[in-house]
């Protein structure tokens, strides 16, 4: 980890990581992953990268689970570290677009469910869009025309995933269910010392 005062890059504010072990994400996440190496470097280079790994997150990554059973949060979020590490050197800018790729690779398997309602329907149901992917966590959503607004609770993120991967995810849901011009914020974050995460999506 790189590391100034606590707070890093990729997992964000460290004391606030309690979350990783304690919450289960659905194992169809990790498969996104692999696609999104194979994707973007070719399967040579994700075969190289899976034989770096230790023993445990090898057969994570290698694995293709029954989609709707549940792992620990920590085993996708070391992956991801991983693929960050190895494939983008570390780049902010680069884990700002992993963030949001893999958000619309995990879509895939509810785009058509997606597709049956708007943004309006999806986006006041947060909690139960976020109760899809994660065993914990709660989201409070109030949407007023074309504006969603949306605060995190009973839930601990690292820095990327809910920086770009839920922002990505959020801009995706909302354009699979017919948005345009959609724009998201995250405009108060725990990681930068706000009291909850909040997100707003603008579209038209
Ligand atoms: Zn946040």
């Given at each position: 980890m790189t590391q100034s005062s606590g707070v890093d890059?990729?997992?964000?504010?460290?004391?606030?990581?309690?979350d990783l072990d304690r919450v289960r994400c659905k194992a169809n996440l990790l498969s996104t992953r692999r696609r999104y190496v194979i994707q973007r470097w070719g399967k040579d280079a994700s075969e190289h990268f899976s034989a770096s790994l230790p023993e445990g997150l090898r057969r994570s990554y290698e694995s293709t689970p029954m989609p709707f059973t549940w792992l620990p949060m920590r085993r996708l979020c070391d992956i991801d570290y991983a693929i960050w590490q190895r494939f983008?050197?570390?780049?902010v800018d680069e884990m700002r677009g992993f963030g949001s790729a893999v958000a619309s690779l995990d879509l895939d398997m509810y785009r058509a469910f997606f597709r049956i309602g708007t943004p309006e329907f999806f986006l006041s149901r947060g909690g139960a869009v976020l109760r899809l992917y994660f065993s914990e966590g709660a989201i409070t959503s109030v949407v007023e025309g074309r504006v969603g607004r949306h605060v995190l609770k009973d839930i601990v993120f690292p820095a990327y995933m809910c920086r770009d991967g839920i922002s990505g995810y959020v801009d995706c849901v909302t354009r699979a269910s017919g948005g345009r011009e959609v724009r998201v914020a995250h405009p108060t974050c725990v990681h930068r010392g706000d009291a909850e995460c909040t997100y707003e999506v603008r579209w038209s």
């Open positions: 890059l990729f997992w964000g504010a460290l004391e606030k990581l309690s983008m050197n570390g780049s």
